[in-house]
T-cell receptor, first 115, second 113 residues
Framework: AQTVTQSQPEMSVQEAETVTLSCTYDTSESDYYLFWYKQPPSRQMILVIRQEAYKQQNATENRFSVNFQKAAKSFSLKISDSQLGDAAMYFCAYCDGGSNYKLTFGKGTLLTVNP | ETGVTQSPTHLIKTRGQQVTLRCSSQSGHNTVSWYQQALGQGPQFIFQYYREEENGRGNFPPRFSGLQFPNYSSELNVNALELDDSALYLC????????????FGSGTRLTVV
């Protein structure tokens, strides 16, 4: 079974600084997708960034980028120029590339942004 | 384009009772999944529905059941509620064949007393 591990229960960053959230996963599949979701106090899971395993290039979405190391099964999220609105729970998630769209989540990292 | 809406937002039930949670999927999406998120944990996959049939199930007992309707909306039913069923229940919709990721609702907070 696939597992996702987030080893940092909490992280903090100063406004305008950069922070990196860690995620490792375990799978025997070669075709899969990885995601970072943000969950603010409103409770809705918001997709931050997505990475296809077959793509070697790291995904980037504005201030958010990932460092995808397939051999090491590592998928970290870098947030640049942190803003107060970035404060939230961040979940790393895995999904097989087949027809089953089950997402497997990590336990999350609570990010605090200090002004 | 409408997002995913869930109702109710909060619910309190007594142990042993039954509950029905509802979800309207995002316009254009044909697949609905349900997740249980216990306090301080990541969401756990309950099951997924496609074409009104269950299409994958997580490690949840049969007292967790669901329905999907022709308009792709969905219900989650839980019978014989237990205290450990207290959690945030998230509904997510997607389009089969499209791996851009789910669109989630804001969830129903269920408290079992």
């Amino acid at each position: 079974a696939q597992t996702v591990t987030q080893s940092q229960p909490e992280m903090s960053v100063q406004e305008a600084e950069t922070v990196t959230l860690s995620c490792t996963y375990d799978t025997s599949e070669s075709d899969y997708y990885l995601f970072w979701y943000k969950q603010p106090p409103s409770r809705q899971m918001i997709l931050v960034i997505r990475q296809e395993a077959y793509k070697q290039q790291n995904a980037t979405e504005n201030r958010f980028s990932v460092n995808f190391q397939k051999a090491a099964k590592s998928f970290s999220l870098k947030i640049s120029d942190s803003q107060l609105g970035d404060a939230a729970m961040y979940f790393c998630a895995y999904c097989d590339g087949g027809s089953n769209y089950k997402l497997t989540f990590g336990k999350g990292t609570l990010l605090t942004v200090n002004p | 384009e409408t997002g995913v809406t869930q109702s109710p937002t909060h619910l309190i039930k007594t142990r042993g009772q039954q509950v029905t949670l509802r979800c309207s999927s995002q316009s254009g999406h044909n697949t609905v999944s349900w997740y249980q998120q216990a306090l301080g944990q990541g969401p756990q996959f309950i099951f997924q529905y496609y074409r009104e049939e269950e299409n994958g199930r997580g490690n949840f007992p049969p007292r967790f059941s669901g329905l999907q309707f022709p308009n792709y909306s969905s219900e989650l039913n839980v019978n014989a509620l237990e205290l450990d069923d207290s959690a945030l229940y998230l509904c997510a919709s997607s389009l089969t064949g499209d791996h851009v990721g789910y669109t989630f609702g804001s969830g129903t907070r269920l408290t079992v007393v």
